[in-house]
Nanobody, 126 residues
Framework: QVQLVESGGGLVQAGGSLRLSCAAS????????MGWFRQAPGKEREFVAG????????YYVDSVQGRFTISRDNAKNTVYLQMNNLKPEDTAVYYC???????????????????WGQGTQVTVSS
């Protein structure tokens, strides 16, 4: 069984930064791509960023490209999302998730991820 626990959310002013962490339990963390998603009230869950199992490849939605950075530390079973120059439209609950197949690149569709964290709230004030 895999458990994912996010942390690092909070309230920040526009232009500020936050770093989200997602700690994973269970074996084989380093064999799976990971993704960060977000969901704002009344909206569908949206892919934000993904990282390959090795960390060598990263992927971003256009709206966060150049502002957010996804990374991972396989020795610590942790994936991170560094968020800079935050905007009010970044306000959402942020979730980390494990891609369903090992040694594959992450995709953007939520139904291709098999384990999810509980989410952490990020609120950006204008």
């Amino acid at each position: 069984q895999v458990q994912l626990v996010e942390s690092g959310g909070g309230l920040v002013q526009a232009g500020g930064s936050l770093r989200l962490s997602c700690a994973a339990s269970g074996r084989s963390f380093g064999s799976y791509a990971m993704g960060w998603f977000r969901q704002a009230p009344g909206k569908e869950r949206e892919f934000v960023a993904g990282i390959s199992w090795s960390g060598g490849s990263t992927y971003y939605v256009d709206s966060v490209q150049g502002r957010f950075t996804i990374s991972r530390d396989n020795a610590k079973n942790t994936v991170y999302l560094q968020m800079n120059n935050l905007k009010p439209e970044d306000t959402a609950v942020y979730y980390c998730a494990r891609y369903r197949s090992s040694y594959e690149v992450p995709r953007s569709r939520p139904n291709e991820y098999d384990y999810w964290g509980q989410g952490t709230q990020v609120t950006v004030s204008s």
